[in-house]
């Protein structure tokens, strides 16, 4: 593995440790608020960034916060043009995950994610390999996850993955197309994460922060 490389992380970490942890620590307060409503606007963000970008998901909330619970198909789609990429189909998976999540559990989503209890894997498969919620692969559901407090998730996306492809941990920085193989970098980054001795919720802020310059969600 790149030595430079990996010498630079634990340089960049000591730097950042405070403010990945402090955005951390804000995503778990989400979690304990128990509130379905941020809950569901947080999966909307994880919908919009998906194909897109972390700073366009957070201006496409802003434009249409008022409106997710509610809002037409017609109404979302008109609100997110110009804001969003892909105003029609992002507006479509919208009122198609709303419609499913009703549904499923009346949009209750603290008591159906306490519903898997130590389960992480179902946990994130729920929302990863289901019909009914659409936009989500195993990226965007890590993402969500993570975002809403929970830990142990990796977030595969281009930046972490070509990070770990320069570093030498990977052979190839494409994004992984099936469930197994994005198992199978997650350990090694699990495992690449013991190594440097940084937590690994930790490691995955700051490997997407060093590529990105901030440390959003």
């Known amino acids: 593995m790149n030595q430079r490389l990996i010498d630079e992380l634990r340089q960049s970490y000591g730097g950042k440790r405070?403010?990945?942890?402090?955005r951390l620590a804000e995503f778990a307060a989400i979690k304990q608020s128990e509130d379905d409503a941020r809950l569901f606007e947080e999966l909307c963000y994880c919908i919009f960034t998906a194909g897109a970008s972390a700073r366009m998901g957070l201006n496409s909330i802003a434009r249409i916060r008022r409106h997710l619970l509610t809002g037409s198909h017609r109404r979302l789609e008109n609100l997110l043009v110009g804001t969003h990429r892909f105003p029609r189909a992002r507006s479509r998976y919208i009122i198609h995950t709303r419609t499913f999540l009703q549904r499923e559990c009346g949009l209750r989503l603290s008591e159906k994610l306490?519903?898997?209890g130590p389960d992480a894997e179902a946990r994130r498969d729920f929302f990863a390999r289901?019909?009914?919620?659409?936009g989500i692969g195993y990226k965007?559901?890590?993402?969500?996850l993570r975002n809403i407090g929970y830990c142990g998730y990796a977030i595969l996306d281009k930046h972490i993955l070509n990070t770990l492809h320069e570093v030498g941990l990977i052979d190839s920085p494409k994004p992984p197309t099936t469930k197994k193989k994005y198992l199978a970098v997650e350990q090694q980054?699990?495992?690449?994460?013991?190594?440097?001795?940084?937590n690994f919720d930790e490691l995955?802020?700051?490997?997407?922060s060093n590529?990105?310059?901030?440390?959003?969600?």
């Not at 405070?18 to 402090?22: D, F, G, L, N, S």
């Not at 289901?130 to 659409?134: A, D, E, L, V």
């Open 204 to 208: 995955d802020l700051l490997l997407w």
């Open 18 to 22: 405070a403010a990945i942890r402090a």
């Open 189 to 198: 980054m699990r495992n690449f994460a013991a190594e440097l001795r940084i």
């Open 114 to 116: 306490d519903s898997f």
């Open 140 to 144: 965007e559901a890590s993402h969500y």
């Open 130 to 134: 289901n019909s009914g919620i659409k």
């Open 211 to 217: 590529k990105t310059g901030e440390i959003l969600k």
